[in-house]
T-cell receptor, first 109, second 115 residues
Framework: RKEVEQDPGPFNVPEGATVAFNCTYS??????FFWYRQDCRKEPKLLMS???SGNEDGRFTAQLNRASQYISLLIRDSKLSDSATYLC??????????FGQGTRLTINP | DAMVIQNPRYQVTQFGKPVTLSCSQT?????MYWYQQKSSQAPKLLFH???????NEADTPDNFQSRRPNTSFCFLDIRSPGLGDAAMYLC??????????????FGSGTRLTVV
């Protein structure tokens, strides 16, 4: 079983739609959680950290469910510029980022 | 403004010919990482340095080596590149210590082609 699992997609949604991704992790000792965004042939960039209480940044909302060991990302009012691959990332000791495979999102006009 | 700099951005090397990728940082971060990312796959950690302490991942092939001569620089050496080593190689840094805000920062990556 992979440490971090995501549905690779692709997700194709119309502009303005709401889209949600989930991610599960296997290590119950995982401490920190993030969503990264990666554009084609570019490096991953931090989108947001994920906290137990849930957190929101503009159109983006992240949730963490420790009991079920999953993380979610919700994007509201999606824009064309949101098209990218979204990587779920977990840290479980030793400060090593463990990446999910990524979910590819395309927003269509 | 770039704080983690990788050179070169694109590297073409011959099958079996040693190649070195470089990474430098201006953040004074304690930890430097090398990740390998193949097409449509997740970045995979190869190894990392915490200050001068080298930490190899169990499944990193012996063909991959690393050096960190000082805080600012870290190198990835591929002793005998094979066709399967073609990938994007990402360097990243973090502050080290405890806490949630590790300050992870990625370089732009070096895309390696093996011919």
């Amino acid at each position: 079983r992979k440490e971090v699992e995501q549905d690779p997609g692709p997700f194709n949604v119309p502009e303005g739609a709401t889209v949600a991704f989930n991610c599960t992790y296997s290590n119950s000792a995982s401490q920190s959680f993030f969503w990264y965004r990666q554009d084609c042939r570019k490096e991953p960039k931090l989108l947001m950290s994920v906290y137990s209480s849930g957190n929101e940044d503009g159109r983006f909302t992240a949730q963490l469910n420790r009991a079920s060991q999953y993380i979610s990302l919700l994007i509201r009012d999606s824009k064309l510029s949101d098209s990218a691959t979204y990587l779920c990332v977990v840290i479980a000791g030793a400060q090593k980022l463990v990446f999910g495979q990524g979910t590819r999102l395309t927003i269509n006009p | 403004d770039a704080m983690v700099i990788q050179n070169p951005r694109y590297q073409v090397t011959q099958f079996g010919k040693p190649v070195t990728l470089s990474c430098s940082q201006t953040l004074n971060h304690n930890v430097m990482y090398w990740y390998q990312q193949k097409s449509s796959q997740a970045p995979k950690l190869l190894f990392h340095y915490y200050d001068k302490d080298f930490n190899n991942e169990a499944d990193t092939p012996d063909n991959f080596q690393s050096r960190r001569p000082n805080t600012s620089f870290c190198f990835l050496d591929i002793r005998s590149p094979g066709l399967g080593d073609a990938a994007m190689y990402l360097c990243a840094t973090s502050r080290g210590g405890q806490g949630v805000n590790y300050g992870y920062t990625f370089g732009s990556g070096t895309r390696l082609t093996v011919v």
